[in-house]
């Protein structure tokens, strides 16, 4: 089983030095199996994610952001869940998944047969909330890393005499900042000053809690032995906290932001106290369990991952040097944040022009030595160019949502994921554009707003599996006097006209927030039915047109709903 948490750092672990979290399941699974010393993932999640389920690096996969489609894994990706469903085991996946919303993009497309989670990049509330359940919505109680943790239990338990697959990708500690009051009590009467490093510190130990009821529920079925059981994390940590003293955190290409814990425990295989030192990586994790569960005959894409069993079992001598890369934040060249990364040495450019560091006499990145070896760094320079034209040679070309799959009846085209016309980049200018988000930039959960030209719009791009009739409402909010806007919905060269009738102010539901966040808030929205549209199969793309506004916006647009009627 995997266990992946969101937004934990390197220096998050009691046994990295933190002497503020208390981490005891985490320091007993690097006790008794093998702790990475050098592990490597991509600065944000859902690269990581990508690259963790193929054992590719992400720029192959089609995953380069963490929106707007950005983050959809192209659904001819080989997964680790799909190997081992092919070789007779159960899979399940328990939280975050973050590498596509609608199938086949969703877990259940891409290997898993249970999935209780959410797809997007983060959640708007973690108490008594509504989960994805197989493509269903349903409520859930509590807090939800108690609860998806119960449902990797249950699936444990259902499938104790058969190998199974059990992926937990929890969703702490990113924000929004909310934990349970008797873990966030515990670290503000520490004497943190900062509340949100109390609630991260809070927000772990609620993780090292669940960890251990699922180590002692494989106790208690005496499989405990027998089962691989591994820890990371998908990239440094969301806030400025303790990191070991590295340079960089969340979203950088230095060692900070990309450097975080690996545990391995398996009893049955490897000895505790395992120490690994050289370099390794999210990318080895696929072919590691594939080597492990003795699968040898498996067709993937071309890995850019090794086997980690060799090291594992002390043979370091036979692992090879290596050269590892990073890329973030863009799709050229100039506009990503890139590193290359050697036992010895790291060199970065962040935007800002490349840099050089020893890692081996300077772990801490503390002296640029570009200036001072310029053959070095343009060696490296050319492998990484070298690099990025081949995991690039596929392109960047949006992966349009796809709508008709079999037992998929109903696709939400999530305003997160709308591109808004005339807009160019990601974060629009109201007063520029006539159109926005209502947050920054997109980011999940978020919705069409500020929408004040009848000259822009917000569309989607569809493939259409199966022809037929679609019935099409639209999620919205509207403020008493900003009702009349006359609607268009134009799709597969049919239109549909439809009108804001009626008032929704669409309230801000309660929030359990120990600190105001950054991400747009959960509210209440209301339904209009626009009609039903015959949709051919093919590629398409749905816009919804304001073709006139009477009032100061057309209205708050959250999503389109398509539903085949049968």
Known sequence: MIVLTDDQGFGDVASHGNELVDTPVHDRLAREGARFDRFYVSPVCAPTRASLLTGRYHL????HGVTRGHEIMRDDEVTIAELLKQNGYATGAFGKWHNGSQFPHHPNGQGFDEFLGFCAGHWN???????????????????????????????????????????LPYNTPHTPWQVPDEYFQKYMAKGIEDPKIACAYAMVENIDYNMGRVLTKLEQLKIADDTMFIFLTDNGPNGARFNANMKGRK??????GVRVPLFIRYPARIKPGTVVKPITAHIDLLPTLMDYCGITKYKTKPLDGK???????????AWPRRTLFTAWGGTSLRGSKKAVRTERWRAVDERRGWELYDMKTDPHQTKN??????????????????????????????VPIHVGHEGRDQVVLEG?????????GLRPDPKKHGISYHGPAGWANDWVD????????PFWNLKVISSGQYDVRLEYAC????????????????TLSTSVKKEHSGPMLPSADRIHRKEVYERDWGMIHAGTVQLKEGLTQLRVRALSIPGSEAMELKAVHLTRKR
């Open 125 to 167: 509330n973690y108490f008594d909330t509504t989960l994805d359940h197989n493509g269903k919505m349903v409520p859930t109680k509590g807090f939800m890393i108690d609860a998806v943790t119960d449902a990797a239990i249950e699936f444990i338990e259902e499938n104790k005499s058969k190998p199974f697959f059990c992926y």
């Open 416 to 424: 997160h994921y709308a591109y808004l016309h005339p807009v160019e």
């Open 60 to 63: 192959r996969t089609g995953v």
């Open 450 to 457: 500020n929408w004040t030209s009848t000259k822009s719009y």
């Open 307 to 317: 086997s980690l069993v060799g090291l594992i079992n002390g043979d370091q001598a």
């Open 479 to 494: 403020a008493k006097a900003d009702v009349g806007t006359e609607l268009r919905i134009e799709v597969g060269g049919e």
């Open 251 to 256: 979203g950088s290409a230095h060692e900070g």
């Open 369 to 398: 030595l570009a200036g001072d070896q310029p053959k070095r760094l343009a060696k490296f320079k050319d492998q990484f160019e070298s690099w990025f034209k081949e995991a690039t040679s596929n392109g960047f070309s949006s």
